[in-house]
């Protein structure tokens, strides 16, 4: 899979173009980085035109996913709140389906407790998140502390 | 003047379809210090643990770092993107072809009386250099295509794209 990084160049009548190259995946962030920073400098030394901004971008497939559910909804989210120090940081989850605690109708943000987080592929999903992911400060996941919900965005 | 990211984590989506066709987006984010082919990986990984969790179905997964030019030079009065510097490039085996479209080139790297530009001009070959910075050791290229080093640019050309002509 190949990454891309964009260039995107204004000319003096506001009209707007891209060049764009191929980046190796074995690149760590820092080189591409370094790397597309050096390329900008060199393509402006070279155009009359300003570089403003730049992009590395990669779109992923997912293969062998299953069909969607006929009940499902994307509107109906799962969220979960992790705890994470001074600031509670959440994630959001489209159509959860038939989880245990999505019986009782239509709850809005019920409050769980990370203690109804009961089924593996739930456990499996938090944990997931708290060891893969970080908050968009760059701080890590906790876990064991988080709490969850159902919201319906479309009632 | 140069391209800034600073040390945000990287943002991460995942794109959900629901049976009414209906798309949503679940982001995340991943920490910068990691191989980019490492990004990958951890997204494809939340994507198996959340696709056991939710009753759409997941379509695909982007990941994008975005850099800005916080002092960007002011385009010069000539300036049209419209115009391009083509870079036609290929691997070792010259089976897989590339080009790379620079827009609006400065009009001192032209020649008279020919759309080919010099690849010696100091300009384009400093380009050229960053482009293929493992031209002279094999296997270090810095651009890809279908997973190979791009080793040379094999020619330099300009093209105008105008608007409606």
């Known amino acids: ?155 | 003047m140069a391209l800034t990211q600073g040390s945000d984590p990287i943002a991460c989506s995942l794109t959900f379809r629901d049976n009414n066709a209906e798309i949503a987006q679940f982001g995340f984010y991943t920490p910068n210090a990691l191989a980019l082919v490492d990004i990958v990986q951890r997204v494809q990984d939340v994507a198996t643990a959340a696709q056991a969790v939710s009753n759409a179905s997941i379509i695909g997964g982007s990941i994008s770092i975005p850099l800005v030019e916080e002092t960007p030079a002011a385009p010069v009065a000539e300036s049209e993107v419209e115009r391009k510097l083509l870079l036609f490039g290929e691997t070792e085996s010259r089976r897989q072809k590339v080009n790379y479209f620079l827009p609006s080139p400065l009009f001192t790297i032209e020649s008279a009386g020919t759309n080919d530009v010099s690849t010696a001009n100091p300009l384009v070959a400093a380009l050229i250099d960053v482009l293929t910075q493992g031209r002279l050791l094999p296997g270090n290229g810095a651009v890809s295509v279908s997973g190979l080093d791009v080793l040379r640019i094999v020619r330099a050309t300009i093209r105008h794209y105008g608007r409606g002509n």
């Open chain 1, 1 to 155: 899979m190949d990454w891309r990084a964009t260039f995107r160049f204004v000319d003096n009548n506001g009209a707007r173009a891209h060049m764009s190259v191929n980046l190796p995946e074995t690149m760590t962030v820092a080189a591409a980085i370094s790397y597309v920073q050096a390329l900008g400098a060199a393509a402006q030394a070279v155009s009359s035109a300003s570089l403003v901004s730049a992009k590395i971008s990669s779109t992923i497939d997912i293969p062998d996913a299953p069909p969607p559910h006929i009940l499902s909804d994307v509107y109906t989210r799962l969220i979960v709140i992790f705890r994470n120090g001074y600031e509670p940081y959440s994630v959001n989850l489209p159509s959860p389906g038939n989880l245990p605690f999505d019986t009782v109708g239509s709850l809005r943000a019920t409050r769980l407790g990370v203690d109804k987080f009961l089924l593996p592929p739930m456990q499996a999903f938090v944990q997931r998140m708290s060891e893969d992911t970080v908050t968009a400060w760059g701080d890590a996941f906790n876990a064991d502390n988080c709490v969850g919900g159902i919201t319906r965005g479309r009632e």
